[in-house]
């Protein structure tokens, strides 16, 4: 042990033998047993061994003591990793994926920091995870950050597993119960799951037309008596006095016709088809859940609550005005027809419904929700453009030179209008400039506002892609079963 003391660099083959293993006792008295890791070492020159390592070809130098830091691991195990050494060229080869290796090489000189390499597809890079034996932890971590769903079988030895069942999905025990929920949750388990799936996207886009076209006067009677009458036209005589000042207010001797029950609407028995399918679903898919509690805090099924509240509130709010007198219903009728032009417009979120069956729309919602930071950021940004610009260029526009010219910008808050669509180049043209000052301002208001929205931009396109391509991988990997 005194020659491997006091040499700086052990000759060759002695280095051969002490990394293969095979001189133990100089091994367990100089460096101590490799399960024990860095502060089992006793001496700091076999520590500061140089390993070549050769992957396909690239060739890799570490220490020995970085690989020693996870010590059951293949590359830091003296015996695992033994069968792997080439003697005529003094180094370990491994036949494996490059790109992923450097990675891999990462894990261990940053103690346990795993990235998985943009340009390798998640499936590979699981696979050198697996080879390596880089742990349950190593494996843990990366399946959360990817997503990636994966078969107990292919990563036992990484303890996947163990994974696969804390993150198993829950399936009613009973036996009804569960084909009910596969048959309206899962459109894939089955040809009838897959037909409910087609009468649901079908009934959603029913129920979207029509809440378009039911806004259309020609289209819906009930419409033009939802409007507000016009103001009479009042005309004046030479004089200056209003003709119709003193005229009489004509009388309509007609008798006017008696409106129809709203029950006789179309657009509402359509809409009463297109809820009663809506209720039985979600229903079912109440009835038949195994956590309840989780079912009901879901964002999904929230969406699908609040699609269908609307017609309630809704045909509640026209039967009571139906039942009470008309002298009586006409003091309310302009509340009730406010709170119901209110309450039609959350019917729109029933378009967001889509996202149970769209891969797109699941993938645009996780994109923003990773992306919510830089989004506020945005925000953040943005408004301080908006105090800013919109301050400026009211004092520019209300200067002493200005003076006698009309001004779009009677205050700063008016201005704030203008400043948002000048920082998104929308340019509306309902509020401008008229002087020179004003305009400069404009100018740099319009490119301070190309900069912000620029900014954030390469973080959301890169999040997208990341949940893209990590559904690509899940897909090609059910494809190949």
């Known amino acids: 042990m005194d020659a491997v003391d006091n040499a700086e660099i052990p000759p060759s083959h002695d280095t051969t033998a002490f990394l293969m293993g095979d001189n133990t006792s100089d091994c367990q008295n100089c460096c101590g047993n490799f399960t024990n ?4 070492f006793e001496d700091e020159d076999c520590c500061r061994i140089i390993i070549t390592i050769n992957v396909s070809g690239q060739i890799y130098e570490t220490q020995l003591r970085t690989l020693q830091r996870f010590p059951e691991t293949l590359l830091g195990h ?3 990793r033994k069968r792997y050494y080439d003697p005529m060229k003094d180094q370990y080869f491994f036949d494996r994926n490059r790109p992923s290796f450097d990675a891999i090489l990462h894990f261990y000189q940053s103690g346990g920091r795993l990235r998985r390499p943009l340009n390798v597809p998640v499936d590979v890079f699981a696979d050198e995870i697996q080879f390596f034996q880089l742990g349950v932890e190593a494996m843990s971590i990366y399946q959360e950050n990817e997503g990636y769903v994966f078969e107990a079988d292919a990563f036992s030895a990484c303890g996947a597993s163990l994974l696969n069942e804390k993150n198993k999905e ?14 309206f949750e899962k459109s894939d388990s089955s040809t009838a799951a897959r037909i409910v799936a087609i009468i649901s996207i079908s009934v959603i886009f029913l129920s979207i037309i029509c809440f378009c076209l039911e806004t259309v006067p020609d289209l819906n009677p ?15 005589c030479c004089c200056g006095n209003d003709i119709n000042s003193t005229a009489e207010p004509a009388v309509d001797v007609t008798e006017q016709p008696e409106e129809p029950h709203f029950t006789t609407n179309p657009f509402w028995i359509v809409e009463t088809v297109c809820i009663c399918w809506f209720t039985v679903e979600l229903v079912s898919r109440f009835l038949s859940s195994p956590e309840k509690k989780k079912f009901c805090f879901d964002c999904l099924n929230i969406i699908d609550l609040i699609a269908i509240i609307p017609y309630f509130v809704t045909t509640a709010s026209l039967a009571s005005a139906a039942a009470e007198d008309a002298p009586a219903a006409t003091g309310q009728k302009g509340i009730s027809l406010a709170f119901i032009r209110v309450v039609r417009l959350v019917r ?17 919602g996780q994109t923003l ?25 009211y004092f520019a526009e209300n200067t002493d030179s200005n003076t006698g010219k009309s001004t779009y910008f009677k205050s700063i808050p008016d201005a704030f209008w203008w400043a948002i669509v000048t920082m998104t180049t929308v340019g509306y043209g309902d509020m401008h400039p008229v002087t020179v000052q004003g305009k400069v301002v404009g100018s740099v208001c319009a490119l ?10 390469p973080v959301i396109v890169s999040n ?17 079963k």
Request: glycine fraction near 6%; charged fraction near 20%; hydrophobic fraction near 45%.
């Open 170 to 183: 829950v399936l009613p025990t009973n036996k009804y119960q569960r084909a009910v929920w596969l048959l």
């Open 448 to 457: 301070t506002g190309i900069l912000c929205l620029a900014l954030p931009v």
């Open 37 to 40: 890791g860095i502060n089992g």
């Open 78 to 80: 003296p015996d695992k």
């Open 222 to 236: 009930q419409m033009k008596r939802m409007e507000p009458d016009p103001e009479p036209e009042v005309f004046k």
């Open 464 to 480: 997208f892609m990341f949940f893209y391509q990590r559904d690509v991988a899940n897909k090609k990997r059910e494809q190949g």
């Open 369 to 393: 929700k990773s992306s919510f930071r830089e989004l506020g950021l945005l925000l953040f940004f943005v408004l301080i453009g908006v105090v800013l610009f919109s301050s400026a260029v």
């Open 348 to 364: 729109v979120f029933r378009i967001f419904k889509l996202s149970r069956h769209s891969t797109g729309l699941q993938i645009l």
